[in-house]
């Protein structure tokens, strides 16, 4: 044995508690295994283990040391992992939450097509607006449109999302096109209640100079919502004015079911992610999913600039 082996041999007599525990597990003497820990102590220098008839006692030294054979050891048996993933074909269970929206126009489509690719697996869909514990709530994978505050958990970027202003013909043609987004101020504005700045605070900008700014607009109305698609339909029903993902709305804009107004100076835009908590090891799994949904992002994006 070299000095490398002989490390992972004291991980795995202080893991498994005993020295005759450990002879089992990798197929030595009793007398061999101690004997390898004896010189591994006599080459670094350092007492690592006070022997006793009934446990192990690890030294300040020995406690250094098993906390970095514990790392090597994790190191190894996540490259075996990885490529024994990468050689066979994925397979058990991924939780995977996503925003409303998303999900009904885009990821559940996509969820399927991955599913007919890996069909070993298998996917948990959980649609919802508010944003989940990921580990407590046992999510492996999220799909988050907002601001990421959160450090603990690992993003990738899928695409920007531009939000867009529109109401009805109908709803237009008697209460007029609002210019400015100061005119909102009489217009019935439809609200989604988990808007990130604030459900009756609508984001506008302005060019000063070379610049721009971005200001709010206070509106008010006589509908609110957690569910925007609530929201589109009581605007396709002439109700009011709403302001939501364009994705919610394209193919209705380009009916002509819904109108765009102020396109020139909405100023919502925010990114979308998918996110996992942090971990030393992604499962090939997540890794090949995330790959999935970017990639269908990247087909769909037309629908989100």
């Given at each position: 044995?070299?000095?490398?082996?002989?490390?992972?041999?004291?991980?795995?007599?202080?893991?498994?508690?005993?020295?005759?525990h450990a002879a089992i597990r990798i197929g030595m003497t009793n007398s061999v295994v101690s004997k390898h820990i004896s010189q591994l102590?006599?080459?670094?220098?350092?007492?690592?283990?006070?022997?006793?008839?009934?446990?192990?006692?690890?030294?300040?030294?020995?406690?250094?040391?098993?906390?970095?054979?514990?790392?090597?050891?994790?190191?190894?048996?996540?490259?075996?992992?990885?490529?024994?993933?990468?050689?066979?074909?994925?397979?058990?269970?991924?939780?995977?939450?996503?925003?409303?929206?998303?999900?009904?126009?885009?990821?559940?489509?996509?969820?399927?097509?991955?599913?007919?690719?890996?069909?070993?697996?298998?996917?948990?869909?959980?649609?919802?607006?508010?944003?989940?514990?990921?580990?407590?709530?046992?999510?492996?994978?999220?799909?988050?449109?907002?601001?990421?505050?959160?450090?603990?958990?690992?993003?990738?970027?899928?695409?920007?999302?531009?939000?867009?202003?529109?109401?009805?013909?109908?709803?237009?043609?008697?209460?007029?096109?609002?210019?400015?987004?100061?005119?909102?101020?009489?217009?019935?504005?439809?609200?989604?209640?988990?808007?990130?700045?604030?459900?009756n605070d609508w984001i506008f900008r302005e060019k000063k100079g070379e610049s721009e700014n971005e200001y709010s607009i206070k509106v008010?109305?006589?509908?609110?919502?957690?569910?925007?698609?609530?929201?589109?339909?009581?605007?396709?029903?002439?109700?009011?004015?709403i302001y939501t993902p364009k994705l919610l709305v394209y193919e209705d804009l380009k009916a002509g079911r819904l109108q765009e107004v102020?396109?020139?100076?909405?100023?919502?835009?925010?990114?979308?992610?998918?996110?996992?908590?942090?971990?030393?090891?992604?499962?090939?799994?997540?890794?090949?999913?995330?790959?999935?949904?970017?990639?269908?992002?990247?087909?769909?994006?037309?629908?989100?600039?």
């Open positions: 044995m070299n000095v490398a082996d002989k490390i992972l041999l004291f991980h795995t007599v202080v893991k498994t508690g005993s020295f005759s102590e006599q080459h670094l220098g350092v007492k690592l283990l006070h022997r006793t008839t009934r446990k192990l006692q690890l030294t300040e030294a020995g406690q250094l040391l098993y906390q970095h054979a514990h790392d090597v050891d994790q190191s190894v048996a996540n490259a075996v992992k990885a490529v024994t993933e990468v050689s066979s074909e994925p397979t058990g269970k991924i939780c995977l939450s996503v925003p409303v929206i998303s999900g009904e126009f885009l990821i559940a489509d996509l969820v399927a097509e991955f599913c007919r690719s890996y069909p070993k697996l298998k996917i948990e869909l959980r649609l919802e607006d508010h944003q989940v514990d990921l580990v407590a709530a046992g999510v492996d994978l999220a799909i988050r449109t907002a601001s990421l505050p959160d450090s603990s958990l690992i993003a990738k970027l899928l695409v920007q999302s531009k939000w867009v202003v529109s109401a009805s013909p109908e709803y237009l043609a008697r209460h007029g096109i609002p210019l400015t987004p100061q005119e909102l101020l009489s217009h019935n504005c439809l609200t989604y209640t988990y808007m990130e700045t604030g459900s008010e109305g006589n509908i609110s919502s957690n569910n925007q698609i609530a929201l589109k339909n009581a605007a396709l029903s002439g109700d009011g004015v102020l396109a020139d100076v909405s100023g919502k835009q925010l990114p979308i992610y998918a996110v996992y908590p942090y971990s030393k090891y992604l499962p090939e799994k997540i890794r090949l999913l995330i790959d999935f949904i970017a990639a269908g992002y990247a087909k769909n994006a037309l629908y989100f600039r």
